[in-house]
C-alpha cells in the first residue's frame, strides 16, 4: 500500500495520520482532488478500524415528518409545500402523529426521528404536545427531533430566544437533536441554495447551546450540487471546531443531494465514487466525531454496504416511511427491517450492532 499512496502522492497524509496529527483544508482539499479512490479509502478504513474494529452500528427507528408546510424555499427541497391546500401539502392532527408511533407500539423501537418543514401558522404547543403524546404512548422511546433550523424558526416565530426554545422542548420530552438543516455551512453556497433560513453561525450555535444543556447530536452535510472541494473541507472543520469545543456531536452524517422534483433538478445526482469519496474524507478530517454514518435512503443501499469499507461505521436505522428523499426521487425502499440491515452488514463482511441513539448497545 506504501507504494500506492505515493503513487498518489498520499504519502505526507498518511503519516500525518499515523501520527495523530490533524489534516488542514489543504489536506483534505487534495483527498477529494486525489485521483486514486481506493487509496483514500483505504486511509479512511484504517481510521475506521482503529476506533471501531468491524462493528458496524445501527438502529431501530421510525421517521416522522408531521408537516410539509414551509415558508422556506430551498432549491433542494422537493418535500415542501409553500401553503396549506397546495397539492401535496400535509399537516398531521395530533393524533394522527401519535398514531404513528401507536401502530408500531410493541415493536422494539429505541427512537423516534422528527424533522418537520416551517410551518408559519401552528402554535408551538403544537410541538411540545407532540414530544409529551410520544412520550406518553412510549417512555422509553428517544425522541430526536427539530433540524436547528425548525429551533431558529420556532425561536424567531414565537418570540423566545433559542435556548428558551430547546428547554421548553426538552420539558416536553426532546432528548436530542438531528444533524439536518446544516447543507453546507459556507455563505456563498447559503445565499444561492437556502437564503430564507437560518445561517451556518447560528445553526453551529443552536447546537453548541443544546450540547451545553445537556443533549447530544449529530451533523450533516448535503453534497453533490454547487459546493466546491474547499467548501466542504470548511464545513467539516467547522464542525470540527465546535465539536473541539463541546464534544456533543455523535455522528457525521454526509447526505447525497437527489435532483428530482426540485428547483435544481438539472444537476445530476452524486456518483457512487463521490459518495464513498466523501465519507472517506469524512473520516479522515473529522478525527473528533465518533461516528461517520452513511444515511442509506440517500447514498442507496448497494453504495451504503460498500462504504463500510470507506469510513463509514454506522447505517442509521430502520427508519420507515420516509418522504424527505423519496419526494426527491430516492429509488431506495422506504424502510428496511433490523434483519435485512443485519444481513446487509453481514454480508460485506462486518460485524452488526444494534445501538440506541446513544450508542448502547442494544443485546441481540
Ligand atoms: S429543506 Fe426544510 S426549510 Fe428548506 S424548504 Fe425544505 S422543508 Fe423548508
Not at 498520499?10 to 487509496?39: H, M, N, Q, S, W
Not at 442507496?300 to 419526494?327: C, N, P, R
Request: hydrophobic share 40%; net charge negative; glycine share 6%.
Amino acid at each position: 500500500m506504501r507504494q500506492r499512496l505515493a503513487a498518489a502522492r498520499l504519502t505526507d497524509i498518511a503519516e500525518k495520520l499515523e501520527a495523530g496529527e490533524r489534516l488542514t483544508l489543504e489536506d483534505g482539499v487534495r483527498l477529494f482532488d486525489a485521483p486514486d479512490l481506493y487509496a483514500v479509502g483505504w486511509l479512511a478504513n484504517r481510521e475506521r478500524e482503529k476506533r471501531h474494529g468491524s462493528r458496524t452500528f445501527y438502529n431501530h427507528n421510525i421517521r416522522l415528518e408531521a408537516t410539509n408546510v414551509c415558508v422556506a424555499s430551498c432549491l433542494f427541497c422537493s418535500f415542501a409545500r409553500l401553503k396549506e391546500g397546495d397539492p401535496g401539502s400535509y399537516t398531521m392532527s395530533l393524533e394522527q402523529a401519535w398514531d404513528k408511533l401507536r401502530q408500531r407500539q410493541h415493536e422494539p423501537l429505541t427512537e423516534v426521528h422528527i424533522v418537520n418543514s416551517l410551518h408559519p401558522d401552528l402554535p408551538f404547543s403544537y410541538y411540545t404536545d407532540l414530544l409529551a403524546g410520544l412520550k406518553r404512548i412510549r417512555p422509553d422511546v428517544h425522541l430526536k427531533a427539530f433540524t436547528a433550523v425548525e429551533i431558529a424558526f420556532y425561536a424567531d416565530l414565537y418570540g423566545r430566544t433559542d435556548e428558551d426554545v430547546l428547554r421548553a422542548l426538552m420539558a416536553a420530552g426532546l432528548d436530542s437533536l438531528p444533524g439536518g438543516g446544516a447543507e453546507i455551512f459556507a455563505e456563498r453556497v447559503r445565499r444561492k441554495i437556502c437564503h430564507d433560513k437560518c445561517d451556518g453561525d447560528r445553526w453551529l450555535a443552536i447546537h453548541r447551546t443544546a450540547h451545553r444543556l445537556g443533549m447530544r447530536s449529530n451533523v450533516t452535510m448535503l453534497y453533490g450540487h454547487i459546493e466546491t472541494p474547499e467548501e466542504r473541507v470548511d464545513h467539516m472543520l467547522r464542525a470540527r471546531a465546535l465539536q473541539d469545543e463541546t464534544g456533543g456531536f455523535q455522528a457525521f452524517i454526509p447526505l447525497a443531494f437527489h435532483p428530482d422534483n426540485n428547483q435544481m433538478r438539472k444537476l445530476p445526482a452524486p456518483t457512487a465514487a463521490d459518495t464513498l469519496r466523501v465519507h472517506a474524507v469524512a473520516r479522515l478530517v473529522l478525527d473528533n466525531i465518533p461516528h461517520i454514518k452513511a444515511f442509506w435512503i440517500a447514498t442507496g443501499i448497494d453504495v451504503a454496504q460498500v462504504s463500510l469499507w470507506f469510513g463509514v461505521d454506522d447505517l442509521d436505522g430502520t427508519v420507515q416511511e420516509e418522504k424527505i428523499y423519496h419526494m426527491a426521487g430516492a429509488r431506495t425502499p422506504e424502510a428496511m427491517t433490523t434483519a435485512q440491515i443485519r444481513a446487509l452488514v453481514d454480508a460485506a463482511g462486518r460485524q452488526p450492532c444494534e445501538r440506541d441513539t446513544l450508542y448502547n448497545l442494544i443485546p441481540a
